[in-house]
């Protein structure tokens, strides 16, 4: 089963392609013009053990809101779309990473219903330049285009850099345990027979 996937999303404001391969080793080739972003993305990918590239262009003159939300769209649906039927996937993830003197908790299910919970309270509205306000806009932008449920929590922390770095660490081995295969699920893991 290949289980991978190529979008291109054009727009007026943003020109977008990200490919990925869930049954990767974890390398990435990232060019969203926003370094932090970057950054972060490659957490997912090392962490998740995913191979993903980005390559993006955006209206960043007006500021990083439409790159970063339109990086979620296409990360979404390239997951939904690698995914498949999701047949014999375990369905369910969760992890809790710490950094110094912070600690997330990421959980997720591959529901087929798109959800987000978000809570985190950052110290600062910045992180290396970056406006974390867009954090939540990326993640939610994610679930509505994966169709999955979400739930962010960073439990404790004081540092803006150390706490999102524990977000995205967590949800890249989150995603990695949900997508794993289970040889004695090799149905769809749900009692309804589909999601």
Known sequence: MTRRALIERKTKETQIE???N?????SADLNSSIPFLDHMLDQIARHGLIDLKVVANGDREIDDHHT???IGIAFGEALRKAVGDKRG????GH???PLDEALSRVVLDFSGRPGLEYHIDFPKETVGGFDIDLFKEFFQALSNHALITLHID???GGNNHHIIETVFKAF???LRMALETDSRQPGIPSTKGTL
């Open 154 to 156: 960073c439990l404790r």
């Open 18 to 20: 990200l490919a990925l």
């Open 68 to 70: 970063v939300e339109d």
């Open 172 to 174: 890249g081995r989150a």
């Open 89 to 92: 996937i375990v369905r369910y």
């Open 95 to 97: 992890a809790y990473v």
């Open 22 to 26: 869930l049954d990767g080793s974890g």
